[in-house]
């Protein structure tokens, strides 16, 4: 579990800090106050031997680049990772996990002068233009030891890695669930993998609680691609579409707590297809199935109600279990507010404004 968080120059954070993370955990504040920032930099540091993800934290986001010249990938992916653009600045992450220690990624930014070695008739002579070709250096340490550096270069529509070790492991495992980023054969495949685990039953279960017919769910490629359909008592299995976005947004989550054991979900916008009366039941399936895999969840939220259904549900866990971190935007920067479960109970009970 992570325990704690501190960013420096990603996205808006310079610096931030959240000094307490506890296994469920709810993130609010107003718009561009930096939820999914938040999100993305844990994001990041999860995959710290992995340099793919900083660029999934864009396509979180729904920016793809089909094409394009340097200058095209290197304004709409690498610029909007840095504070105000500004790529003169390291942009750090670090945090502790229980299982690993002290974990730290940093990514900067070099612009070595190379120059061309033309060769005339046998002879090579000195290019007059240098050759400022940028090379953005990834670097991931463990408990103050270094253990891996990437360098990456744009090479037209292409990227090209060079890895100093490839055989480093990632710190910690997580995924993260956005409204942009839905993949119905990633489901499939996932309830598929939680079914040969003799598992499947979680995930129906879970569902009942919006959807109280629910008999049974099964993966069907009769659509050209693997998708969950469901038994809900009519003549015939129905897609999981049809029965609604809440049934899509909960099937997600037990999903994605199940496969990333002992590692961390991150959900933005959590609420997202859920009627609010049913989010307290909601939360009891997520705390029921990240406690059966030992998951912890970090969601992003707008909704009141979704926070005072959690904090009804938690109100007798422990003081570590459920925790609520308001980002607020200052002119001065970007701050967190953690609310345990005293002064959480204390807010809701004088309505006091925590979204």
Not at 28 to 35: D, L, R, T
Not at 100 to 118: I, K, N, Q, S
Not at 160 to 169: E, I, M
Request: contains cysteine; aromatic residues 6%; proline residues 3%.
């Amino acid at each position: 579990m992570l325990s704690n968080l501190h960013i420096n120059n990603f996205r808006a954070f310079n610096p931030f800090k959240i000094d307490k993370l506890g296994k469920i955990n709810i993130v609010s504040g107003g718009n561009n106050s930096g939820k999914t920032s938040l999100l993305e930099a844990i994001f990041l540091l999860s995959g710290a031997a992995n340099p793919s993800l900083l660029l999934n934290a864009n396509i979180i986001r729904g920016v793809t680049i089909i094409s394009g010249s340097e200058h095209v990938v290197r304004s709409a992916l690498w610029k909007p990772v840095f504070r105000d653009l500004d790529m003169s600045e390291a942009i750090e992450v670090t945090g502790h996990h229980f299982s690993c220690g002290e974990v730290a990624v940093r990514l900067t930014l070099e612009r070595p002068h190379l120059f061309e070695l033309p060769l005339d008739n046998g002879k090579v002579t000195v290019g007059d233009e240098p050759q400022n070709k940028e090379t953005f250096i990834l670097s991931y340490v463990l408990n103050g030891r270094s253990k891996a550096n990437f360098n990456i270069t744009l090479t037209g529509n292409a990227m090209q890695v060079q890895a100093g070790q490839t055989d480093v492991q990632i710190p910690f495992p997580a995924t993260i669930l956005s409204s942009r980023n839905r993949n119905s054969e990633e489901d499939a495949q996932r309830l598929g993998h939680l079914r040969q685990q003799k598992k499947g039953d979680l995930v129906i279960e879970a569902l009942r609680a919006i959807e109280p017919r629910l008999q049974s769910l099964e993966v069907n490629t009769t659509t050209g691609g693997a998708m969950i359909w469901g038994d809900i008592g009519l003549s015939e299995l129905v897609p999981l579409p049809v029965m609604g976005d809440g049934m899509i947004q909960l099937v997600r989550i037990v999903l994605a707590l199940s496969s990333v054991p002992d590692g961390i979900v991150l959900i933005d916008e959590i609420e997202n297809g859920l009627h609010h009366s049913v989010l307290s039941k909601v939360w009891q399936v997520i705390e029921k199935a990240g406690n059966q895999f030992n998951t912890q969840i970090v969601a992003t939220t707008h909704s009141y109600e979704c926070i005072a259904a959690a904090e009804q549900v938690f109100k007798s866990s422990g003081e570590d279990v459920f925790l609520l971190h308001r980002i607020e935007r200052l002119k001065t920067g970007v701050r967190c507010v953690t609310y345990d479960k005293q002064t959480m109970g204390a807010a809701m009970q004088h309505n006091m404004e925590v979204r």
